[in-house]
């Protein structure tokens, strides 16, 4: 019994010391833009995004090869520029924003393929349904914000969805407006 005491005691005292320097970098809403663009009747790229959402990164490396990038946005914060199209994208047939009130996003792998992009793969939740998604990723330079002092980073994600595979839209027919949809976010995050 003491040696298996011991055991666990070195076991636990090793282990104790191995670094868990995570750091969590916090999204900037002003330098940002969360949002989609969708065909319209085959001529022309629609575009909407969302103005309250939240995000953050965190990651042990500095070349953000083990990243974690986590988002949620509030379906009622849907803006196209057009007040009617707004109110038809809350609805129960669209995004549903009374019973599904937010779209969430949570990375599980991140693939860095050079010093600027990422293949990130996670699980996308739209109206109340979630599928694993793959979105691009492109890592601007790190730098000390002049103002702040903080580090920033910023990052293009993009990739593409079927509307219907989150039961949006079902109904629409493809010739008015496209089932896939292209997700875009232009992000900037300062370390915390």
Same mark, same amino acid.
């Given at each position: 019994?003491?040696? &298996?005491?011991?055991i666990?005691?070195?076991?636990?005292?090793?282990f104790?010391?191995? *670094?868990?320097?995570?750091? +969590?970098?916090?999204?900037?809403? %002003?330098?940002?833009? %969360?949002?989609?663009?969708? $065909?319209? &009747?085959?001529?022309?790229?629609?575009s909407?995004?969302?103005?309250?959402?939240?995000?953050?990164?965190? +990651?042990?490396?500095?070349?953000?090869? @083990?990243?974690?990038?986590?988002?949620? !946005? @509030? %379906?009622?914060s849907?803006?196209?520029?057009?007040?009617?199209?707004?109110?038809?994208?809350?609805? *129960?047939?669209?995004?549903?924003?009374?019973?599904? *009130?937010?779209?969430?996003?949570?990375?599980?792998? #991140?693939?860095?393929?050079?010093?600027? $992009?990422?293949?990130v793969?996670?699980?996308?939740?739209?109206h109340? #349904?979630?599928?694993?998604?793959?979105?691009? !990723?492109?890592?601007?330079?790190t730098?000390?914000? *002049?103002?702040s002092?903080?580090?920033?980073?910023?990052?293009? &994600?993009?990739?593409?969805?079927?509307?219907?595979?989150?039961?949006?839209?079902?109904? &629409?027919?493809?010739? %008015? !407006?496209?089932?896939?949809?292209?997700?875009?976010?232009?992000t900037?995050?300062?370390?915390?």
């Open positions: 019994m003491k040696k &298996l005491t011991l666990a005691g070195l076991a636990f005292g090793l104790s010391f191995v *670094p868990t320097d995570v750091t +969590s970098w916090g999204i900037d809403n %002003v330098h940002s833009r %969360v949002g989609f663009s969708i $065909n319209h &009747l085959g001529i022309n790229e629609v909407g995004y969302f103005t309250k959402y939240e995000s953050k990164i965190t +990651s042990s490396k500095e070349d953000f090869s @083990d990243a974690v990038f986590e988002f949620s !946005a @509030d %379906v009622s849907v803006s196209t520029g057009f007040d009617g199209l707004d109110g038809h994208l809350k609805q *129960p047939d669209m995004f549903d924003a009374s019973a599904n *009130p937010k779209i969430t996003f949570r990375s599980a792998s #991140v693939i860095k393929k050079d010093d600027k $992009n990422f293949e793969k996670g699980d996308l939740t739209i109340g #349904v979630t599928k694993a998604v793959t979105l691009n !990723a492109v890592k601007s330079a730098i000390v914000h *002049p103002m002092k903080k580090n920033v980073v910023g990052f293009k &994600l993009s990739g593409v969805i079927n509307r219907k595979d989150f039961k949006v839209g079902v109904e &629409l027919p493809g010739a %008015v !407006a496209s089932e896939e949809v292209t997700i875009i976010a232009n900037e995050f300062a370390k915390n």
